[in-house]
């Protein structure tokens, strides 16, 4: 079963766009920022990443926009990785308002190394850190 993380969310004014709603960019930095925390969360920041010799790099984002959501409306980020490959995973995040999802994102993640800058083997305990 995948370690699921959730993480609240308030839209601010800055959020907001000329449609009166939140914009698509603070979506995506919602979807950067609730995969970070949980990462963090677990113990492994940049600091950790750097030390490891290795670090998740986005490669794709989709995000299905289901609803809208306006300055004030209380949200929840809930992310979990997925599925695994090699040297990849897929990370998935829902945004919710209470019982509704507004957004769901599926983020292709690549393991590179920072010497190489060449994709390189996600290490067995990260996999089961985040399973």
Request: charged share 20%.
């Amino acid at each position: 079963m995948p370690s699921h993380f959730a993480l609240p969310i308030m839209p601010t004014a800055a959020d907001i766009d000329e449609l009166g709603h939140v914009s698509n960019l603070v979506y995506l930095r919602w979807v950067l920022d609730i995969a970070t925390a949980h990462s963090s969360s677990l113990g492994w920041s940049h600091p950790e990443y750097r030390a490891l010799g290795s670090i998740f790099v986005v490669r794709r984002h989709e995000i299905d926009y289901v609803a809208q959501v306006r300055e004030g409306d209380p949200l929840v980020g809930e992310t979990w990785v997925d599925s695994w490959k090699l040297a990849s995973c897929i990370r998935k995040t829902e945004l919710r308002r209470g019982d509704q999802v507004v957004a769901r994102a599926a983020t292709t993640w690549a393991m590179l190394s920072f010497a190489s800058g060449r994709p390189t083997k996600i290490p067995d305990h990260l996999r089961e850190l985040f399973t």
